[in-house]
């Protein structure tokens, strides 16, 4: 049995809210999101937080003591960002020069670790509350970095608060503040000022030549990562690269490791030196640091989940399209080498995050009282949380999870920037797709199956002059789609199978030097498509059946080039 942290006496704090077990509403909004308020800097305007209804102890089919008052804290802090004593118990800045919202400090460093190998004073020691950086990257590229991180813990400390070493010392220093209180004056003539026991310690390298350079002896592989968090050390290590460098702010890679970084140490973790999920339950481990790669910071709050996360695009195409779903039971028996072992790794870290997300943001609150349960126990944290350990049937619910409607998109807006996003075989129509915000950074839009036209297509990405994949297999697709696709130059994969598209709209496709897949499958195309298709210098494959080209037609474009895969499915 785990035992809580908290004196039992203080279990008696009133719930801030109530709401129906296993139902995150309002009203008729859903919500697949979960919401946190942000540091604000002391100037900063005052603004109401107590609308959001979507905070992460909502998210929690039952209450757990001092989670319901911290986030008071945190709205009262945004409702007077310039009051000392909330700003003093976040360990916040009091200055309101050049409008911080962090406290960071940076001196030439002398005190990095000695297998760094770093020499005295001639890298940075950038600290926060809560973080040391050591870093080799420009003082401008240093303080992003550090301060991203900071605002990355807080949102932390409020999503698994239950987890949080701190927990305790919050729960204690607000058992005494009654529920209509002024949080501002009750600090006032109850000063306090949270304390960890360390801080974090992060390496940020100058770029990626450094970062391969210097821990590609020591670990294989590196080369292919952009961020490592390293659980003998205990400390992440990331690069800042260059602005032409793709990875130059991989932000979803720090989520990621800090992730990793914070449940071993800003948790009161009874690890030690063993690994979390040495035997089984491994997925959990690196299904909640993917589930954290969501993490959307606004101007005020921070959202994590929801149904536009990156992740949650591949999985809807490999769920809903291509009908692989893993039990739950199959992910959660794998340890971690018995994970790092499988032959299909890619697959199972893909549903290893989905699964996540379905535990997290599903309707069904109990869920994450599980899953908050499972990671307490992976990384030995002595806290009593409520719910069972018994692995809750949601198999059934995946997919239903993934196949988001109109109402859930428009009670949903999309607030971060699409680079990928896919709907196939959703319940999505023109009227809810209207409700997406046009995105100019799509590389992959999937469609398929959506009672849409080339009209919604347009509107959703005005210019897809980045866009390399594209399907809108067995939508209501026809010529019109011709002018839109004469903006697409870098397209690499396309889908227009079961779609009204003419001639004119193949020889279009031309344009696109790329090219290398086009279905075509069940389009009322011709034998004039041919020779537009066969000057398609990079196309691999094409799938001509069930449309009007003729034999003689296949055999002119076997003739012309005879190394393009023809055909390449059976149809029933």
Same mark, same amino acid.
């Given at each position: 049995?785990?035992?809580?942290c908290v004196p039992a006496c203080l279990v008696a704090i009133a719930f801030a809210a109530t709401l129906s077990v296993g139902v995150v509403q309002a009203a008729d909004r859903v919500f697949d999101r979960t919401a946190c308020l942000l540091p604000l800097a002391a100037d900063a305007q005052p603004r109401d937080a107590s609308t959001i209804l979507n905070t992460p102890e909502l998210r929690?089919?039952?209450?757990? @003591?001092?989670?319901?008052?911290?986030?008071?804290?945190?709205?009262?802090?945004?409702?007077?960002?310039?009051?000392?004593?909330?700003?003093?118990?976040?360990?916040?800045? =009091?200055?309101?020069?050049?409008?911080?919202?962090?406290?960071?400090?940076?001196?030439?460093?002398?005190?990095?670790?000695?297998?760094?190998?770093w020499r005295a004073g001639t890298y940075q020691q950038i600290d926060t509350p809560h973080l040391t950086v050591y870093s080799h990257a420009d003082a401008a590229s240093g303080r992003r970095v550090a301060e991203d991180l900071e605002r990355c813990y807080w949102v932390w400390t409020q999503m698994f608060f239950p987890l949080w070493e701190a927990s305790g010392q919050v729960t204690a220093?607000?058992?005494?503040? @009654?529920?209509?209180?002024?949080?501002?004056?009750?600090?006032?003539?109850?000063?306090?000022?949270? $304390?960890?026991?360390?801080?974090?310690?992060?390496?940020?390298?100058?770029? #990626?030549?450094?970062?391969? %350079?210097?821990?590609?002896?020591?670990?294989?592989?590196?080369?292919?990562?952009?961020?490592?968090?390293?659980?003998?050390? %205990?400390?992440?290590?990331?690069?800042?690269?260059?602005?032409?460098?793709?990875? /130059?702010?991989?932000?979803?890679?720090?989520?990621?490791?800090?992730?990793?970084? =914070?449940?071993?140490?800003?948790?009161?973790?009874?690890?030690?030196?063993?690994?979390?999920?040495?035997?089984?339950?491994?997925?959990?481990?690196?299904?909640?640091?993917?589930?954290?790669?969501?993490?959307?910071?606004?101007?005020?709050?921070?959202?994590?989940?929801?149904?536009?996360?990156?992740?949650?695009?591949?999985?809807?195409?490999?769920?809903?399209?291509?009908?692989?779903?893993?039990?739950?039971?199959? =992910?959660?028996?794998?340890? !971690?080498?018995?994970?790092?072992?499988?032959?299909? =790794? /890619?697959?199972?870290?893909?549903?290893?995050? /989905?699964?996540?997300?379905? +535990?997290?943001?599903?309707?069904?609150?109990?869920?994450? &009282?599980?899953?908050?349960?499972?990671? /307490?126990?992976?990384?030995?944290?002595?806290?009593?949380?409520?719910?069972?350990?018994?692995?809750?049937?949601?198999?059934?619910?995946?997919?239903?999870?993934?196949?988001?409607?109109?109402?859930?998109? #428009?009670?949903?807006?999309?607030?971060?920037? +699409?680079? %990928?996003?896919?709907?196939?075989?959703?319940?999505?129509?023109?009227?809810?797709?209207?409700?997406?915000? @046009?995105?100019? &950074?799509?590389?992959? +839009?999937?469609?398929?199956?959506?009672?849409?036209?080339?009209?919604?297509?347009? !509107?959703?990405?005005?210019a897809p002059t980045l866009l390399t994949q594209l399907s809108l297999e067995a939508t209501r697709t026809d010529e019109s789609i011709r002018d839109w696709l004469t903006q697409a130059r870098r397209l690499e994969e396309v889908d227009l199978s079961f779609t009204r598209i003419n001639d004119d709209v193949v020889d279009t496709l031309g344009a696109s030097a790329d090219l290398q897949v086009?279905?075509?499958?069940?389009?009322?195309? $011709?034998?004039?498509?041919?020779?537009?298709?066969?000057?398609?210098?990079?196309?691999?494959?094409?799938?001509? %059946?069930? $449309?009007?080209?003729?034999?003689?037609?296949?055999?002119?474009?076997?003739?012309? !080039?005879?190394?393009?895969?023809?055909? @390449?499915?059976?149809?029933?």
């Amino acid at each position: 049995m785990l035992r809580f942290c908290v004196p039992a006496c203080l279990v008696a704090i009133a719930f801030a809210a109530t709401l129906s077990v296993g139902v995150v509403q309002a009203a008729d909004r859903v919500f697949d999101r979960t919401a946190c308020l942000l540091p604000l800097a002391a100037d900063a305007q005052p603004r109401d937080a107590s609308t959001i209804l979507n905070t992460p102890e909502l998210r929690f089919a039952d209450p757990i @003591p001092g989670w319901s008052n911290y986030l008071r804290v945190w709205r009262a802090h945004h409702a007077d960002p310039t009051n000392a004593d909330i700003r003093r118990f976040l360990t916040l800045p =009091l200055s309101t020069a050049d409008g911080n919202t962090v406290a960071i400090r940076s001196i030439r460093g002398r005190s990095a670790p000695s297998w760094i190998g770093w020499r005295a004073g001639t890298y940075q020691q950038i600290d926060t509350p809560h973080l040391t950086v050591y870093s080799h990257a420009d003082a401008a590229s240093g303080r992003r970095v550090a301060e991203d991180l900071e605002r990355c813990y807080w949102v932390w400390t409020q999503m698994f608060f239950p987890l949080w070493e701190a927990s305790g010392q919050v729960t204690a220093a607000l058992s005494g503040m @009654p529920p209509d209180a002024d949080v501002g004056e009750y600090l006032q003539n109850n000063p306090k000022r949270l $304390t960890v026991r360390r801080k974090l310690r992060v390496v940020l390298f100058r770029d #990626a030549a450094e970062y391969q %350079q210097t821990l590609g002896q020591v670990i294989p592989g590196i080369e292919r990562s952009t961020g490592f968090y390293n659980d003998e050390r %205990q400390t992440a290590f990331f690069f800042a690269g260059s602005i032409q460098d793709e990875h /130059a702010d991989d932000a979803a890679t720090r989520r990621h490791e800090m992730v990793h970084q =914070l449940f071993r140490e800003a948790t009161r973790s009874g690890l030690g030196g063993d690994m979390p999920g040495e035997q089984a339950g491994f997925w959990l481990v690196e299904g909640i640091a993917g589930y954290c790669e969501s993490l959307h910071f606004g101007s005020h709050e921070a959202t994590v989940g929801g149904w536009d996360s990156p992740r949650l695009q591949f999985a809807r195409f490999r769920s809903l399209v291509n009908q692989d779903v893993m039990p739950i039971r199959e =992910l959660a028996a794998d340890g !971690r080498v018995a994970a790092q072992q499988r032959d299909d =790794l /890619a697959r199972w870290y893909a549903h290893a995050i /989905a699964q996540t997300h379905h +535990l997290m943001d599903s309707s069904v609150t109990t869920n994450r &009282q599980w899953l908050y349960r499972q990671l /307490a126990s992976l990384y030995r944290v002595r806290v009593e949380l409520p719910g069972s350990d018994e692995l809750p049937d949601v198999d059934a619910g995946f997919v239903r999870f993934l196949r988001v409607d109109d109402a859930l998109l #428009a009670a949903n807006p999309v607030k971060r920037p +699409l680079r %990928q996003l896919c709907l196939a075989q959703c319940d999505v129509t023109g009227e809810g797709l209207a409700t997406v915000p @046009p995105s100019q &950074q799509l590389n992959w +839009l999937d469609l398929s199956r959506l009672p849409i036209d080339a009209h919604d297509v347009a !509107r959703i990405l005005p210019a897809p002059t980045l866009l390399t994949q594209l399907s809108l297999e067995a939508t209501r697709t026809d010529e019109s789609i011709r002018d839109w696709l004469t903006q697409a130059r870098r397209l690499e994969e396309v889908d227009l199978s079961f779609t009204r598209i003419n001639d004119d709209v193949v020889d279009t496709l031309g344009a696109s030097a790329d090219l290398q897949v086009l279905w075509l499958t069940g389009c009322p195309i $011709t034998d004039r498509s041919i020779s537009s298709i066969a000057k398609m210098k990079r196309l691999q494959s094409v799938d001509l %059946q069930r $449309t009007q080209v003729s034999e003689a037609g296949l055999d002119q474009l076997r003739r012309s !080039r005879p190394d393009l895969n023809i055909n @390449p499915l059976t149809l029933r």
